[in-house]
């Protein structure tokens, strides 16, 4: 059988410097454009030779030349690409473009390969992905649901394994949630942080060009490459970047009052939400929770006054000529600009700056903010039926962020109870994209779900450490010193010995699970509960939930010496084709223990006994 070539960054780069050929990934990407059949993901498509001896003209891979050496991606069609035509989905407006938008020759020159121009909601008014003259981009977990907009065919490509990531926009949420409803990881960075020049405005005052990849880690790394200060964009901001992120050991999360959520009656996304929250607070996170009435009341501010005003500044030539040109929906919100006077929009530039002065000290009362990425999944069905009020509730947790200066990432934290893809975004002030970053890593990490519909999980800690240095460097070696190790009980996210861990400098990195070849013991007499991981090679080995940390060979030392018996440390063989050092159990300890290894894991036995209790 084949090899199943994964595109995300670390799982394609560790393959290159295997010897995987760049020709073979171009042939992969234009099979599964073919397999996957949705004609409304690309608007146009670069020819496979032409991609081809782009390719070859690479030369030899080299990752520390060329950062993104031989990576597929897209580019939302409302973002110049020199030689392909820039249609923003509306045919009448199609234009060939002579040059690259900025963020596109940069991602060019660190060697990333543009495949094609992808659909969207037109003139990026949307946030459905409904609003084109052409088909619609299928959502790839459930094709009844909207693919989300206005970033849809980019999102759609990602999340379908076609391309490692696409560049979006996001004005209000067009890049953040068609990430959020198909499983995929969606920056929208500090305004300015990445070069609008070469983009078809919406807003120019708000506009984003926005990441969608697989995972956190890989936005990280095109955001890097692509972050660069732009004389021609006169919004264009300058940020200091670090490497790769890290999340400070620990941090004060802000979320919506309990009273102020709201889901429009989705029980499910509710619940996942809550869920979501609990997977913050077991990776130490403080949550507070933050009234969001003046949130919700900046939001409506976006299709009011200054901001409509805006959308149609940008295109009022071309609308005032082609008007029938325009998908009916986009010209009755952008067309309603007419109506408004220069008093309008100078009573939303006032109204907007009364919030931003009551929501600062908000704001800076927390590190960051967690919402849901979205209140709710619609069908195609109901957004056909009521275009406006859909789209203005799927912007709830979204229209508010560039308003107010945020940046922000949306993550995947797992499925909800009806199987359908849940997300959450994180916030922040303007310039720490690093901070969401780092969180949005170690959260899909602990989630452990699917990237897209792909099926792929992450990929080993040692390739993805590994994926940005040279060819040269084993991909089995981390690209730091640390020591990884594997815990599995008291010492998990959240459990009473967990700070043991943080007080020498742990940094979460995984949550995994072993291979099926272990069995779990809950151990007698321990002042702490503790369970014991016994490895057997008997038919009744099970795959047990471990979380792997990463440590300084002097504070795994330190740690380690203080593990008392009969734990002890061993090497495990973990799900993901790795192995770390972790905690085992000697036999002799075995004495009087519970066989516990039905529950898949500590964490689960002691939520369901804690819960038996309670109910005795």
Request: hydrophobic share 45%; charged share 20%; proline share 7%.
């Amino acid at each position: 059988m084949a090899e199943i070539i994964r595109l995300d960054l670390a799982s394609l780069h560790d393959s290159y410097a295997r010897g995987l050929g760049v020709a073979a990934v171009v042939d992969t990407v234009y099979d599964r454009i073919a397999r996957v059949d949705d004609p409304g993901i690309f608007l146009h498509l670069a020819e496979r030779e032409t991609i081809q001896r782009e390719a070859a003209a690479l030369g030899t891979f080299d990752p520390m030349a060329r950062p993104l050496w031989g990576v597929p991606f897209a580019v939302k069609d409302n973002i110049d690409v020199a030689g392909m035509p820039t249609t923003a989905a509306c045919p009448a407006f199609a234009r060939r473009a002579d040059n690259d938008a900025t963020v596109v020759a940069l991602l060019k020159a660190a060697g990333a390969l543009v495949i094609g121009k992808t659909n969207l909601d037109q003139f990026a008014t949307g946030l459905v992905g409904l609003r084109s003259p052409y088909p619609v981009p299928r959502n790839a977990i459930d094709p009844t649901l909207v693919p989300g907009g206005s970033s849809s065919g980019s999102a759609v490509a990602v999340a379908q394994g076609i391309v490692s990531f696409a560049l979006g926009t996001d004005t209000a949420g067009s890049g953040r949630v068609p990430a959020g409803l198909n499983n995929i990881v969606g920056l929208k960075p500090t305004v300015g942080a990445l070069s609008t020049s070469g983009v078809v405005p919406a807003c120019r005052t708000l506009d984003c060009v926005s990441i969608l990849a697989l995972t956190a880690d890989d936005a990280w790394k095109v955001f890097a490459v692509a972050a660069k200060p732009d004389p021609a964009d006169p919004y264009s901001r300058t940020l200091a970047l670090a490497p790769m992120p890290v999340r400070p050991p620990s941090l004060t999360v802000g979320v919506p009052a309990r009273a102020d959520r709201k889901f429009f009656g989705d029980a499910a996304m509710a619940t996942g939400f809550d869920e979501a929250l609990a997977l913050l607070a077991r990776l130490g996170c403080r949550l507070v929770e933050l009234p969001f009435a003046d949130f919700y009341a900046t939001a409506d501010l976006l299709y009011e006054g200054a901001w409509v005003a805006e959308r149609y500044a940008a295109i009022d030539a071309f609308m005032d000529s082609h008007e029938d040109a325009l998908h009916p929906v986009t010209a009755r919100i952008i067309g309603g600009a007419r109506g408004l006077s220069a008093a309008d929009a100078f009573k939303g530039l006032y109204a907007l700056q009364a919030y931003k002065a009551k929501l600062a000290p908000v704001i800076a009362s927390v590190d960051l903010l967690c919402v849901p990425t979205a209140p709710t999944h619609y069908t195609v069905a109901a957004v056909t039926a009521d275009p406006i009020t859909t789209n203005s509730r799927t912007g709830t947790y979204t229209n508010f962020v560039n308003l107010l200066d945020l940046c922000g990432i949306a993550v995947p934290t797992g499925q909800r109870s009806d199987g359908l893809p849940m997300s959450v975004t994180l916030l922040a002030r303007a310039g720490t994209d690093h901070l969401t970053t780092a969180l949005a890593r170690d959260i899909q990490a602990a989630a452990g779900s699917a990237l897209g519909a792909t099926g792929w999980r992450l990929p080993p800690v040692s390739c993805r450490t590994s994926a940005s240095t040279s060819a040269s460097t084993s991909a089995s070696t981390p690209a730091d010193d640390t020591i990884e190790l594997a815990v599995v009980g008291a010492h998990l996210s959240g459990m009473p010995l967990n700070a043991e861990l943080r007080e020498r400098g742990a940094r979460f990195d995984r949550a995994v699970r072993t291979v099926p070849r272990y069995r779990l013991h809950a151990l007698a007499g321990q002042q702490v509960p503790k369970p014991g991981l016994l490895r057997t090679d008997e038919d009744d080995g099970m795959a047990i939930d471990v979380e792997v940390w990463r440590l300084a060979p002097s504070n795994f030392g330190r740690f380690v010496a203080g593990v008392p018996a009969p734990l002890s440390i061993g090497t495990l063989e973990l799900e993901d084709g790795t192995r770390c050092k972790g905690f085992l159990v000697e036999p002799t300890g075995l004495a009087g223990a519970e066989d516990i290894s039905a529950y898949g894991g500590w964490r689960r036995y002691i939520e369901r006994t804690t819960r038996r209790r309670a109910n005795a």
